[in-house]
């Protein structure tokens, strides 16, 4: 029987990636549904968080309706392109995955909640693809601001094995590593499911929970 993990698309190399460009996104600061700075969030116990579990459209929707959760961003990181386009990512020749980016109140809400959130929602077994949607944009990836971030997702990774492997699922594909530069997308791509409660979403988790 052929591996299907055969056909999936593979990481370019940095030699190969699209050269991109100097220019920064320009999108609007205010965020569509909680009003709070995109770009510069101010609060106190400001602490980030960035996660890649497919489409981030359904991503940022599960963490923004978080209490604690002062602003989400929607961007692309994880690659060789600086300052890439939507259009540069889909064709696989940047590195860059599709991300969201959490400024939380630490006091309201812990990083151990938000990795709850991440491993619940998506399907981390996949490799290169969620769903029906399939390419090195979509892959699982947890992108860590501090060693302790760092710890609490290895740890939390170990633990979703175990139920994931009780269940028949394969291994975890999830990248988790310190955070890399994080590139705004487009404006029209920010909080895109609450300016369009209609639009798509292929967001599916495992129906495993995650006990940590």
């Given at each position: 029987?052929?591996?299907?993990?055969?056909?999936?698309?593979?990481?370019?190399?940095?030699?190969?990636?699209?050269?991109?460009?100097?220019?920064?996104?320009?999108?609007?600061?205010?965020h569509?549904?909680?009003?709070?700075?995109?770009?510069?969030?101010?609060?106190?116990?400001?602490?980030?968080?960035?996660f890649?579990?497919?489409?981030?459209?359904?991503?940022?929707k599960?963490?923004?309706?978080?209490?604690?959760?002062?602003t989400?961003?929607?961007?692309?990181?994880?690659?060789?392109?600086?300052?890439?386009l939507?259009?540069?990512?889909?064709?696989?020749?940047?590195?860059?995955?599709?991300?969201?980016?959490i400024?939380?109140?630490?006091?309201?809400?812990?990083?151990?909640?938000?990795?709850?959130?991440f491993?619940?929602?998506?399907n981390?077994?996949?490799?290169?693809?969620?769903?029906?949607?399939?390419?090195?944009?979509?892959?699982?990836?947890?992108?860590?601001?501090s060693e302790?971030?760092?710890s609490?997702?290895?740890?939390?990774?170990?633990?979703?094995?175990?139920?994931?492997?009780?269940e028949?699922?394969?291994?975890?594909?999830?990248e988790?590593?310190?955070?890399?530069i994080?590139?705004?997308?487009?404006?029209?791509?920010?909080?895109?499911?609450?300016?369009?409660?209609?639009?798509?979403?292929?967001?599916?988790?495992?129906?495993?929970?995650?006990?940590?």
């Amino acid at each position: 029987m052929r591996n299907r993990d055969m056909f999936l698309p593979k990481m370019p190399d940095e030699e190969m990636a699209l050269p991109g460009r100097t220019t920064q996104m320009q999108i609007t600061d205010s965020h569509y549904i909680l009003g709070s700075s995109q770009i510069a969030p101010k609060g106190n116990n400001l602490v980030y968080a960035m996660f890649g579990m497919g489409c981030f459209w359904g991503a940022e929707k599960k963490f923004w309706d978080l209490e604690g959760v002062m602003t989400t961003s929607v961007g692309y990181a994880g690659g060789f392109t600086p300052h890439p386009l939507y259009e540069e990512v889909c064709s696989g020749m940047t590195g860059h995955n599709e991300v969201v980016r959490i400024a939380f109140d630490s006091e309201v809400v812990d990083y151990r909640s938000l990795l709850k959130v991440f491993w619940e929602n998506h399907n981390p077994t996949q490799g290169m693809r969620q769903g029906n949607d399939v390419g090195t944009q979509y892959r699982s990836g947890i992108y860590c601001f501090s060693e302790g971030q760092f710890s609490d997702a290895e740890e939390s990774m170990l633990v979703y094995q175990s139920t994931l492997s009780q269940e028949g699922f394969g291994e975890i594909t999830t990248e988790i590593v310190m955070a890399p530069i994080f590139y705004f997308a487009e404006d029209y791509h920010q909080q895109y499911l609450g300016k369009n409660p209609n639009g798509y979403c292929g967001l599916g988790g495992t129906g495993l929970s995650c006990s940590i």
